[in-house]
């Protein structure tokens, strides 16, 4: 299953935004999904994965108290919830499936999509 991003834009430093990820033909309810992000020139770097019942979920601590990750698995979506923007939340957002392996690591999600580019300025 590939998904999709989508939802980033431009907010000033405080502002919110939220994103969705959404899989095109293909269900993926029982699929935890991860997100990550990827600035200029860095690794992909964990933010937050939702379990597919969606009770569970984890956060980077650089984002936690800031962003809720969510999902509707009648809607085939997933959501996150960006609070309090700082400039270095700016990059591009991806989400994908879990494979296996720790969460924390892009190399245990697959089928990466196009991410969305979120910038938050100062």
């Known amino acids: 299953v590939q998904l999709q991003a989508s939802g980033g834009g431009s907010v000033q430093a405080g502002g919110s935004l939220r994103l969705s990820c959404a899989a095109s033909g293909q269900t993926f309810s029982s699929a935890t999904v991860g997100w990550f992000r990827q600035a200029p020139g860095k690794e992909r770097d964990f933010v937050a994965a939702v379990t597919w019942g969606g009770g569970s979920t984890i956060y980077a601590d650089s984002v936690k108290g800031r962003f809720t990750a969510s999902r509707d698995n009648a809607k085939n979506t997933v959501y996150l919830q960006m609070n309090s923007l700082k400039p270095e939340d700016t990059a591009v957002y991806y989400c994908?499936?879990?494979?296996?392996?720790?969460?924390?690591?892009?190399?245990?999600?697959?089928?990466w999509g196009q991410g969305t580019l979120v910038t938050v300025s100062s």
């Open positions: 994908a499936p879990y494979r296996s392996g720790s969460y924390y690591y892009a190399s245990s999600f697959g089928s």
